[in-house]
């Protein structure tokens, strides 16, 4: 039993950076690999970058690379999502996703994660 929000979003110019939260609740969420997943509007939701439960592992959509850093503290149950050099393209609902134990899928497939904040926008302008 995961319980997730998300906060941090809003309005930055190209290039500019953001920091993402996704807070969480539950007895077992320092055992979840956690998850970034963003979605433009009238696109498929997306990979951004996953972590596993101890944060020793990363995982990346190669866009992403260089330029966003999750990373997890788990004694404040919270994940976290650093954003740099942000282009326009980047503009989407990110939501933070918990993944289920003994997943069959990969990372970056959002099937295999169990539960999911409602997400907050992040708009970068040109």
């Known amino acids: 039993q995961v319980q997730l929000v998300e906060s941090g979003g809003g309005l930055v110019q190209a290039g500019g950076s953001l920091r993402l939260s996704c807070a969480g609740s539950?007895?077992?969420?320092?055992?979840?690999?956690m998850g970034w997943f963003r979605q433009a509007s009238g696109k498929e939701r997306e990979f951004v970058a996953a972590?596993?439960?101890?944060?020793?592992?990363?995982y990346y959509a190669d866009s992403m690379k260089g330029r966003f850093t999750i990373s997890r503290d788990n004694a404040k149950n919270t994940v976290y999502l650093q954003m740099s050099s942000l282009k326009p393209e980047d503009t989407a609902v990110y939501y933070c996703?918990?993944?289920?134990?003994?997943?069959?899928?990969?990372?970056?497939?959002?099937?295999?994660?169990?539960?999911w904040g409602q997400g907050t926008q992040v708009t970068v302008s040109s």
């Open positions: 539950g007895r077992t969420f320092s055992n979840n690999a």
């Open positions: 972590i596993s439960w101890s944060g020793a592992s990363t």
């Open positions: 996703a918990a993944r289920r134990s003994g997943a069959y899928y990969p990372e970056s497939d959002p099937s295999s994660y169990v539960a």
